[in-house]
């Protein structure tokens, strides 16, 4: 039923952990929405988080760059270390770590300004390009990253919002590639999107593996099955399964995952 | 078909009975709606044809078109035409000099008015018009001694008569003229010199005194309004916007900003004339700041406008989808950034409506005026800013206000002239949110 090819694939993950999350609570006023997750992300690989709708897998998600900090009822306990480094230590800034630390929404969310200073915002206030010169190189570079380049290069000044959801998420994805980032953090990205964006999508994500580490959020198993070689199967607030994608989809250990896959559950 | 009716079946050709019921019940609800519309419709041109017509003569003036003998022995005594000197010379007695010129010209035009006395010639002319010869004289000295033609202000009476206000039937009941002076005034108008002209002097002249309300105009109310205006734009326009900002933004939610919140949205309601007595007791009794002064009424209004300004620009933020401000963050946008980068720039055109509606409020505030004595009796226009700011001036409402309250009917006509520039100055500051509104719409 899923790509066999995936095991080869699986065997050249390199396994330099990227980030280490260890005993994560997140609490929302009294609801206790995440509790005890333990992962590893790697380095340079797709992980997939899978989960019934509540079960916590885009608040964890959000905790990797604090986005959970703009809400007030938010609490986060536990360790998340990126780099060995906790990034809820009280010295980090979360601005500096979003800038390492990309995301890209479910909704496509283009700033409403041209699809130019869309993929320039995040390089201009880092300070990323020192001329005009090396900004538009960025900007190219990233347009081609997100494979939109083609169909945008000669109406760079027109509005992003103006773009079909497809390309629109593609130009978010490039503009979080833009600040060239260590990790990209994914919140379905396709749930807005139809089955051939979807596939444009899930292909660039397959290329932006090569470059850095992408977590993504994602309700379709198959798109988990497709694009991940690490698959966590979140449930209830609880890390359920952790592992291989292949595994989680043909062997998974837990019998909440195996009635979450098999359609029985969620 | 079955021999139970109620299991018929219902044909869609036809209504049944509660479709027609529904229906029946939309139709009374659009005719409602119309019936609104219509009422305050015709209540919006009811009053705007009123003060139309009662305003529009202030927009117009009568002046009488004489020669005047600037007799030297009379207007330069000393003979020296030092402006010093001639200043010594009282208005009265430029009056004696108007009188005979008047009379001169009548007697020269040979009108014959049966019964006509001495008083009707000389009330011919407004009380105001000696003044405005004098003005002249002492502007320009070297005309004394020659014969020079004025175009003098017609009494408020003659005034009235051209623009149809006096009739001859209620001159007859009046000691201020006679149907005698009215026919003198026609006969003279038949000359050619009595001529009505557009009155650029009701814009450019202060107030005037209760017997000379063709001399009074709003100048004085218009430059006060235009100072408060502009005390408020400086003052309340930035501490609004910097307070909607940070309440909306960056506050933490929690007691201290609720108990705020629910204060500027009571701020916002409270009565506009008990501000008004804030601004007597911190401003000017506490703060010794003249009373009558632009200063003090910005101050009072600026305080007024605030929670006006606060309320519509925290909608306007509020509107901005959140995932902007998600994308913003995403990227590693500080707070700050997000904010002035891209929520801001989305709400600017709601801002600007409220803040102008806020401003078109503050101009057409008249209770809290009064009780910081701007509705007093203003004879200069405030000099130039910034020391215009603390002389005593009127504002347009207060002058309405003021001018309603005077007996003589002329001031009627006055005080719906100054309604006419009120509503043009909303009208205008209205077009311009439109116009704003529209210039920095975006879709997102």
Sequence with gaps: MYDTNRRVENAVTPDDIKIQARKVQVYYGDKHALKDVDVDILDKTVTAFIGPSGCGKSTFLRCINRMNDTIPIARVEGRILLDNEDIYDRRVDPVQLRAKVGMVFQKPNPFPKSIYDNVAYGPRIHGLARNRAELDGIVEGALRGAALWNEVKDRLGEPGTGLSGGQQQRLCIARAVATSPEVLLMDEPCSALDPIATAQVEELIEELRSRFSVVIVTHSMQQAARVSQKTAFFHLGNLVEYGDTDDIFTRPKDSRTEAYISGRIG | MTDNPDRKPASLLRQDARTRARNAAERRFRWYGIGAIAISMIALVVLLATILTDGAGAFRQTYLNIPVTLDAAVLDPKGNRDPAEMAKVLTLTYGKVLDK???????????????????????????????????????????????????????????????????????????????????????????????????????????????????????????????????????????????????????????????????????????????????????????????????????????????????????????????????????????????????????????????????????????????????????????????????????????????????????????????????????????????????????W
């Design chain 2, 101 to 443: 010129a008047v009379g001169d010209a009548v007697a020269r035009e040979a009108i014959q008015v049966e019964g006509l006395t001495e008083k009707d010639i000389k009330g011919l002319v407004s009380r105001e018009a000696s003044a405005q010869v004098r003005n002249r004289v002492l502007a320009e000295p070297e005309l004394v001694g020659q014969t020079v033609a004025f175009d003098v202000l017609t009494g408020g009476r003659i005034d009235g008569y051209f623009k149809g206000r006096v009739t001859m039937e209620s001159a007859e009941r009046d000691s201020n003229t006679s149907p005698r002076q009215l026919q003198l005034a026609q006969a003279l108008a038949d000359r050619g010199m009595i001529v009505t002209r557009f009155n650029w002097n009701f814009l450019r002249l202060a107030d005037a005194s209760d017997q000379r309300p063709e001399a009074a105009g709003v100048g004085a109310a218009i430059v006060g309004s235009f100072y408060m205006m502009l005390v408020v734009l400086v003052l309340a326009v930035p501490i609004g916007i910097a307070a909607s900002i940070y309440l909306e933004e960056f506050a933490p939610k929690n007691r201290c900003t609720d108990i705020i919140e629910v204060n500027i949205s009571n701020l916002a309601a409270v009565p506009s004339i008990v501000f008004g007595i804030l601004g007597l007791a911190a401003f000017i009794n506490f703060a010794g700041l003249p009373q009558s002064a632009p200063i003090v009424g910005g101050l009072v209004l600026t305080l007024m406008t605030l929670p006006r300004i606060i309320i519509p620009t925290r909608a306007a933020l509020k509107a901005v989808p959140p995932s902007i401000r998600d994308a913003a963050l995403g990227v590693g946008a500080s707070k700050m950034q997000s904010v002035f980068h891209h929520v801001l720039p989305l709400a600017t055109p709601g801002i600007l409506t409220g803040m102008i509606l806020g401003l078109a409020q503050a101009l057409g505030e008249t209770a809290p005026l009064l009780l910081i004595g701007m509705v007093a009796f203003i004879r200069d226009i405030p000099s130039g800013l910034p020391s215009g700011l603390f002389d005593p001036a009127s504002a347009l409402p207060v002058q309405v206000y003021n001018w309603t309250q005077r007996s003589d009917p002329a001031f009627i006509e006055r005080a719906s002239g100054a309604i006419i520039v009120l509503l043009v100055f909303l009208l205008c500051m209205n077009v311009l949110a439109i116009w704003l509104r529209r210039k920095f719409e975006r879709r």
